[in-house]
């Protein structure tokens, strides 16, 4: 690439090739009159007379072939230049995107971990390696839960056996949210449950998932099925597991309802999977003489939505709103005992994951 004249644009390689195609068709236009003009020279057999002996070099053959050979040699080199500088031109290109490319990649695989570095460094701390993984571990997170909602009902068992219903008591728990994509790709979200299994074999039946609605649709007893038997049961817990692409920047709603079995004396763990934003969590106790309580198990405080500053109950229902968000795997702890056992703890923590 050649400049021209200060504040003028650069001529590439296009310009100079048309000079050359220019100069190779002028060149055999020449070699056309000479041709012509040899035709009249010919004519007069007197003047051609005198040509016949005199050197090469001034003879208008030799011109004119030397013309024309001149022509088709400039746009032959004009055809060959023409040809290799646009395939150094397409590797060029091919060159320079494989590189803009590889920039791409190399710049979405740094952004977030820049991103939680500039976070880590604006607290101004010399934070462990440990505890700045975990940073960042919260900070790549493609999912987050809003419009959290939580709640326990404890009603006896519905069995006819003595032994049992005196010992033991149903919790159904019913759990809404919205599920949000906050990645800039489309993800998939895995919607999990986890249920403790009771104490008793015979119990397993009081055991059960009654509702699954995801995305307003209700799923029926096949998908269930397929869910539950999608990821393999610890020896503590029931698992299920149902697969759902969202898109990014879009919202999944999710409802479940299930069924366990509890001792009297007893607590639930709830713990989530995921950040979630906001929520409530209800209780409502229908046993009687039973009294309970809800901790929270984050920094954050679970505040009665009626105003009562009553941390233990006996038996209603209570409704409390969570002050801050939840991080993965915080959550809140429900225990609950008979009022003759106030003073013993409760005999086990079992842990539900929603």
């Not at 119990?203 to 539950?228: A, F, M, P, T, Y």
Request: charged residues 25%.
């Amino acid at each position: 690439m050649d400049w021209g004249r200060e504040g003028t644009k650069p001529r590439g390689v296009t310009f100079y090739l048309l000079i050359l195609l220019l100069v190779g068709i002028i060149l055999i236009f020449v070699s056309v009159l000479i041709d012509h003009y040899m035709m009249y020279q010919r004519a007069a057999s007197a003047i051609h007379a005198q040509n016949v002996n005199k050197p090469f070099y001034l003879d208008s053959h030799f011109y004119s072939g030397l013309t024309r050979e001149l022509g088709f040699a400039v746009i032959v080199a004009l055809i060959v230049t023409w040809s290799l500088e646009r395939r150094a031109k397409e590797i060029e290109i091919k060159f320079f995107r494989d590189s803009i490319d590889r920039i791409n990649k190399l710049h979405e695989s740094y952004k977030e971990e820049i991103s939680s570095n500039v976070l880590v460094a604006a607290l101004r701390r010399k934070i462990p390696i440990e505890i700045s993984n975990l940073i960042h571990e919260v900070m790549r997170v493609k999912f987050i839960r809003r419009k959290f909602y939580l709640k326990y009902n404890l009603t006896e068992i519905n069995t006819a056996a003595n032994d049992i219903s005196s010992k033991y008591i149903s919790v159904e728990v019913t759990l809404s949210y919205t599920l949000e994509n906050i990645s800039e790709n489309d993800e998939s979200a895995d919607i999990m449950l986890c249920i403790p299994f009771p104490a008793l074999n015979e119990l397993s039946s009081h055991v059960k998932i009654r509702e699954v609605i995801v995305g307003g649709s209700q799923l029926d007893e096949d998908l269930i099925k397929r869910g539950d038997a999608a990821i393999e049961d610890t020896l503590s817990e029931k698992r299920a597991c149902w697969p759902y692409i969202v898109k990014a920047g879009e919202s999944l709603s999710v409802s479940m309802r299930f069924q366990m079995v509890k001792e009297r004396s007893d607590s639930d763990c709830w713990t989530s999977l995921m950040a979630t934003t906001d929520g409530q969590c209800e209780v409502s106790v229908n046993v009687p003489n039973l009294e309970w309580a809800v901790d929270a198990l984050h920094s954050g405080k679970l505040t009665p939505a009626d105003g009562s500053r009553l941390s233990v109950r006996q038996g209603g229902t209570c409704v409390y709103n969570l002050e801050k968000g939840l991080l993965p795997h915080q959550g809140l702890l429900l225990w609950w005992r008979p009022l003759a056992a106030v003073g013993v703890g409760a005999a086990t923590i079992s842990q539900s994951r929603r």
